[in-house]
């Protein structure tokens, strides 16, 4: 019996010694992980913009340089997780993974997933959060449906997301009478309002957000329901970058099942952004 004790006392050292050892290389790699944030000066935060002149609602910037916005939120609270500050870069969708992957920054932030040959070079997080490419035009318009727009005249900012996708959309394209390109999504608007274009292809979240701050003869607009594209957005790091990846998740899910994800969609009016199976824990762990 008491061999068979100290089989147990020996088993259970060994264990110990072990799970200390394993805590202790997870203590310096996270180390090392903000030891290289600060080298760099500080957390560098890639996002996706097709905006021209602004990232609202995903980046917003406030007179005191604080970041707010779905994104410019839960990124400052990830890097004060990690006592340093947050530096943002803003790409488009189409560079955003060629930066991630020279090392321009150390993460990419409500991005679309990526592509197929680039899954295993990288680790995501799910935010919980979808992004649509849809059609807009003003509340009193017949088009209710996407046949409706066949043969009218259809504007676009320049560079989005939704300029692409329409793009792939060859048969909607050509059936259109003209594209007007647009700068911003305020000249886009402008547009609509003004009847010079009868709809427009737009991402959502920013037209929305832009939508509901257009105060010009009092003009309102709609979305038409079934979308041009979606997707889903992530977090993203690179695969050898496993523990930066795992303190985003970690920190960003505690965010999110605290509701400050859903609060934030909902104070911006963005709820639609939520998948309706996540609206209560709007993310996942890291993939």
Excluded at 21 to 33: E, I, P, Q, R, Y
Excluded at 51 to 65: E, G, L, R, W, Y
Excluded at 202 to 230: G, H, M, R, W
């Amino acid at each position: 019996m008491k061999y068979f004790d100290r089989r147990i006392l020996r088993s259970a050292a060994l264990t110990l010694a072990a799970a200390v050892f394993l805590l202790s290389c997870v203590s310096c790699t996270s180390d090392s992980v903000a030891s290289r944030i600060k080298e760099n000066g500080g957390l560098r935060v890639g996002y996706c913009s097709c905006s021209a002149d602004d990232d609202a609602p995903f980046v917003i910037k406030d007179s005191q340089n604080k970041f707010g916005g779905l994104t410019g939120e839960p990124a400052s609270k990830v890097a004060g997780s990690m006592a340093t500050e947050l530096l943002f870069s803003r790409f488009s969708s189409a560079d955003a993974y060629d930066k991630l992957m020279n090392g321009s920054v150390d993460c990419l932030w409500n991005c679309p997933p990526p592509a197929k040959e680039l899954v295993s070079s990288v680790r995501t997080i799910e935010t919980g959060l979808y992004y649509r490419q849809v059609i807009m035009t003003t509340a009193d318009s017949k088009i209710s449906r996407l046949a409706d727009i066949k043969g009218q005249k259809l504007a676009v900012v320049s560079g989005s997301d939704a300029q692409i996708e329409l793009h792939n959309a060859s048969v909607m394209e050509s059936s259109l009478k003209q594209i007007v390109v647009c700068s911003d999504m305020a000249q886009l608007l402008r547009e609509l309002a003004s009847g010079k274009v009868q709809c427009a292809a737009v991402d959502e979240p920013q037209a929305l957000y832009a939508a509901a701050n257009y105060k010009e003869n009092d003009v309102s607009f709609k979305c038409v329901e079934t979308p041009i594209a979606e997707c889903r957005l992530v977090i993203v790091t690179r695969a050898d970058d496993a523990d930066l990846c795992s303190i985003i998740a970690e920190t960003y899910v505690d965010l999110s099942r605290k509701g400050l994800i859903k609060e934030l969609c909902e104070g911006y009016n963005l709820d639609i952004l939520l998948r309706s199976y996540l609206k209560d824990n709007p993310a996942q762990e890291s993939a």
